[in-house]
């Protein structure tokens, strides 16, 4: 079915001769006509009247409408919208108005899905609360939504294979791919949990893959057609953004509004933008605006592992020290002073050998990305949060056996007694490797 879409898509990109540059399109500023200026202000307020029925369409909600209305509705426009690109290119030879069809066809598949996610979300956090039934009996009570679900996918699949194969041919499979699954995504009924910043994240990164491997490897998408492509892939993500916004009236939501935002500066604004200034300024303020945003996240945990939370917090300033060109070794020293300052907070106490656990396993982990990747300051940080962990864990074990002092000294001291042979035996590789961890980079 993929292949004959595909085969269908181009054929029809090729019939209405789609395919060819922007620029061949453009008249010199001089030769236009009055006609040509009239029918360029129409095109623009065509699209401005379209992009406007989308945001109030996604704003209206289900008050004071009908739900079939709303759920064939869309899918029909986006039919009418491709047809219109067919009829303006054949019957009045008018390239652009086609190729600005396709792009609204291909733009209205977001709105769609938004549409689509609005209605399952419904489901699962009303519905299934007030019936105290499972997801899988209440989407089963919604046929017609989910035949409303597949003729969306397919029709959205068609268009949007049809506007990039029109637009960038060479890039069209993978773009439409990418644009599908963003869409998809935007399906799962995620607001303002820690769900909701996993879904977002995931979208950022496809956006951050796409920059990297497509958009940066073909000039076409430095052209003004070029950007409104990398906007309507885009789209999928900022319309979830702007949907998890809508939950702002919880702490939790303005957490996962705030670190949705932060991952969207760090990854996708500055290849907007050229300049390493400004990539910098951006990972400074997505590194502080995630900070405090994912405290509003945690805030309301209070259960005894509350803060092995504010561990993601130290694997996000090693991805700041990676993609930062001038704060790299700034980054890794905070995020290991961060975490050693955790381990104590956690391991102090003495109280729960879960955290400790933790812990523990996140030093191992920081000790060997140190290693592996030569940083003095997760090797520094490893080896401290580890001795901490693992003196916590003996005291903690200590403390659950009943053992008379005599006994307990006895063995600590044989065990340092066999310590003391594998130093001697050992030790001189260890020492070496600590004079050459001198000379690594911070």
């Not at 993978?174 to 996993?198: E, G, Q, Y």
């Amino acid at each position: 079915m993929g292949v004959n879409v595909m085969a269908i898509s181009n054929h029809i990109g090729s019939k209405l001769n789609l395919h060819q540059l922007e620029n061949d399109t453009q008249p010199q500023v001089e030769d236009i006509a009055p006609q040509t200026r009239v029918a360029t202000l129409f095109r623009q307020v065509g699209i401005i009247a379209v992009v406007l029925s989308a945001v109030i369409y996604m704003l209206q909600g289900f008050d004071n409408v009908s739900l079939d209305f709303r759920q064939w509705t869309w899918p029909l426009l986006m039919i009418v919208m491709g047809i219109g690109g067919v009829v303006c290119r054949s019957f009045f030879d008018d390239v652009k108005s086609a190729r600005i069809f396709f792009i609204l066809s291909a733009a209205l598949v977001s709105v769609q899905f938004s549409q689509l996610g609005g209605m399952l979300h419904e489901i699962f956090h009303k519905d299934i609360l007030l019936l105290s039934q499972s997801w899988l009996s209440a989407l089963s009570g919604n046929i017609i939504l989910m035949t409303n679900i597949a003729i969306s996918f397919a029709l959205s699949m068609f268009l949007a294979y049809t506007c990039f194969s029109i637009l960038v041919r060479k890039s069209s499979l993978v773009l439409t791919n990418a644009f599908m699954l963003l869409n998809i995504l935007m399906l799962l009924p995620m607001r303002a949990s820690f769900a909701a910043i996993a879904v977002v994240l995931v979208m950022v990164l496809i956006m951050a893959w796409l920059q990297s491997k497509i958009f940066n490897n073909n000039s076409a998408f430095k052209t003004r057609e070029g950007i409104i492509l990398r906007l309507l892939v885009l789209l999928p993500l900022i319309v979830s953004m702007a949907r998890n916004s809508f939950h702002l009236d919880s702490i939790t939501g303005v957490g996962v509004a705030g670190v949705a935002l932060s991952f969207f500066i760090m990854y996708c604004l500055p290849a907007w933008f050229s300049g390493p200034l400004f990539k910098e300024v951006c990972l400074r303020f997505s590194a502080l605006l995630a900070a405090l945003s994912w405290f509003f996240v945690v805030v309301n945990i209070s259960n005894s592992i509350a803060l092995m939370y504010f561990l993601p917090l130290i694997g996000l300033s090693f991805e700041l020290s990676r993609r930062s060109t001038k704060d790299k070794p700034r980054y890794r020293a905070i995020g290991s002073i961060l975490f050693t300052g955790l381990a104590i907070f956690t391991c102090l106490p003495g109280e729960d050998l879960l955290a400790v656990t933790i812990i523990l396993m996140a030093s191992l982990t920081l000790l060997s990305v140190g290693v592996m990747l030569n940083f003095r300051a997760p090797i520094y940080a490893g080896v401290v949060c580890s001795v901490i962990a693992l003196i916590t864990l003996l005291t903690l074990s200590l403390s659950s056996v009943s053992i008379n002092i005599w006994l307990a000294l006895a063995v600590g001291g044989g065990i340092l007694v066999l310590l003391s042979s594998i130093v001697e035996k050992y030790g001189r590789i260890g020492f070496q490797y600590f004079k050459r961890v001198k000379g690594f980079e911070y």
